[in-house]
């Protein structure tokens, strides 16, 4: 039987997220098996009067292409990523999953030249603006068994956090937008963590639902060199095909000094990836009423309502803190009363605590009056 919500969130995606226009072409990207999202994304192309051209990949296939691979086979690649790309005017990722976990099993030095040579410069190219991109999760058994739920279940808060009210959320990120951009000092104090940092002269940016289904978050970046002290996350992080737990950072001078996991030479190597991957490219808050608990997805995760993320790697085009690398991992802190709490000040105010909001301008973006 075919499910409204999803024509409905098909709608969002086309007519919001990338805005499609008459004449313009879009690629559909799905992970996974042919599923209805991506049949009603197509439908929406042409009733916008769109081209919709279509690309489905697999993780276990593309475990194969990468245990052999190499720096040519990594040029031909791009190359081609490049071409692809070029007579798109939008793009829309549908994430559904056959197994990321069989990424696992590829050497890291081979995710780590795939990431340096394809992913990241493909990623740069949709991020400088000349194709308009969103990507989108389509709930399968695997989310729901990640959210700890039935699948029906999963389906109805799936769909509690993709439709909500973006219009609504985005006019109520003003206030924070606002109030990020006149801070200099960023100090954030919990259980493990005791962090400071400058967004001096840095841009917030609004995500209400344009570039992310769920969205939910309005990030700045630290001023590269200040960041000091320590952060320990407390939501689980998959990165190729390893869940990474317990995550403690410390940091001097802007640069992740020490660090340690569930896997700490694991995830030393991720950080020796470049220069870059040892300083942060982001912080942000998130802000998804629905959104409350980790699921091991970033894409749910880093916009879980009360948390923030602070991201080791490359920054964004439109937040240009001047680090550069070939990875961006979105560590997530979650600082509501069940997860230990926590406080978030902007040049000595208390912004927020334990996940809610404090000063009366900020409180429209509590998860009580977004819902």
Known sequence: MRDERLGRLARQLVNRSVALQKGEHLLVSSTGAENPLVVEI????????????????????????????????????????????????????????????????????????????????????????????????????????????????????????????????????????????????????GPGTDLTFSIKGLPAIKCAGEANIPDGEVYTAPVRNSVSGRLAYNAPSPHDGFTFENISLAFRDGRIVEATAND???????????????????????????ITFPMKDILFDEKIAGSFHFTPGSCYDECDNGNKSAIHWDLVCIQTPEYGGGEIWLDGELIRKDGLFVPESLQCLNPEALR
Not at 42 to 50: F, M, S
Not at 169 to 189: F, N, P, T, W, Y
Not at 264 to 290: C, K, Q
């Open 42 to 189: 197509i439908r929406c192309a042409y009733e916008a009067g769109g081209y919709p051209h279509l690309d489905i990949q697999n993780h276990a296939l593309k475990k194969e292409v990468l245990l052999g691979y190499d720096e040519e086979a990594a040029r031909v690649d791009a190359a081609w990523e490049a071409t692809r790309m070029e007579g798109m005017d939008a793009s829309i990722s549908v994430v559904t999953t056959d197994n990321p976990m069989e990424m696992g099993e590829v050497p890291r030095e081979k995710l780590a030249l795939y990431a340096r040579l394809v992913g990241h410069p493909v990623n740069r190219r949709r991020r400088e603006g000349r194709v308009r991109w969103c990507v989108a999760l389509y709930p399968t058994p695997f989310y729901a068994l990640s959210a700890g739920m039935s699948l029906r279940r999963f389906e109805d808060y799936y769909f509690d956090v993709c439709c909500l009210d973006y219009g609504k959320m985005d006019r109520a990120m003003d206030a924070l937008v606002k109030r990020m951009e006149r801070a200099d000092k960023v100090h954030i104090v």
């Open 264 to 290: 700490t030479p694991r995830i030393n190597h991720i950080f020796d990836t470049d220069e870059g991957a040892r300083y942060v490219g982001e912080f942000s808050f998130g802000l998804n009423p629905y």
